[in-house]
């Protein structure tokens, strides 16, 4: 197993147990906790291989399912002893961003050969799992969150693409890429970073238009 695969493995676990704490959060029953695993788990790479047209990586190599499954009953029957799920839930979504990042930018750089194909495919990886898990449990999204989130999938997606153009060996380009999407998300998470927010003008009135 090459390091691109184990980070995959990692990033599905890691996501899944983001799904099963969002199903704790709720007080769900075990198929909740499954569903949730499993949407949080494989959603973003399923989504990714649709747009890349390619088969879906978990329908070929159920493995991916098992280890949803796993998470999602041993998170079951263990999330009550953490004190702060949320808080571990957005770490947890931390590690789990950094490393689909790298995954998805492999994988559609591999597929297309187009840099920019790879980072728009790093991106969707990292984020669209979560964003389906916040959107189904009613939890604040992490997307609408005020500290960074996406710009640390495009950091982890666009430093594995430059490390491989520049012939890096995949194990350093893949760390490389980790470790800054990491670090950009746990520096938001940690300090509060976040780019200046839009301010708009207050809304006129229709009977105010000209």
């Not at 691109?4 to 075990?30: C, H, M, N, P, W």
């Amino acid at each position: 197993m090459n390091p691109i695969e184990l980070l995959d493995y990692a990033g599905v676990a890691v996501f899944a147990a983001t799904g099963a704490l969002a199903a704790s959060r709720k007080q769900l029953d075990i198929i909740g906790y499954l569903f949730l695993a499993s949407v949080a788990g494989i959603g973003g790479g399923t989504f990714r291989d649709v747009i890349l047209n390619v088969p879906v990586f978990w329908v070929g190599n159920r493995d991916y399912v098992l280890i949803c499954a796993a998470v999602a009953v041993l998170v079951f029957f263990s999330a009550h002893r953490v004190e702060s799920r949320y808080k571990l839930l957005l770490w947890l979504d931390a590690i789990g961003l950094a490393a689909f990042s790298v995954m998805g930018a492999a994988k559609g750089l591999a597929i297309t050969g187009s840099p920019a194909v790879s980072i728009v495919t790093g991106m969707l990886t990292a984020t669209l799992g979560g964003i389906l898990r916040d959107l189904l449990t009613g939890e604040p999204s992490v997307l609408l969150r005020p500290e960074i989130y996406v710009t640390a999938a495009l950091a982890g997606a666009a430093l594995y693409t430059l490390g491989d153009f520049a012939g890096l060996p995949p194990l350093a380009s893949g760390l490389a890429g980790f470790m800054a999407a990491f670090c950009v998300r746990g520096g938001a998470l940690k300090f509060g970073w976040a780019f200046p927010s839009y301010k708009s003008r207050p809304g006129r009135r229709p009977e105010d238009i000209p």
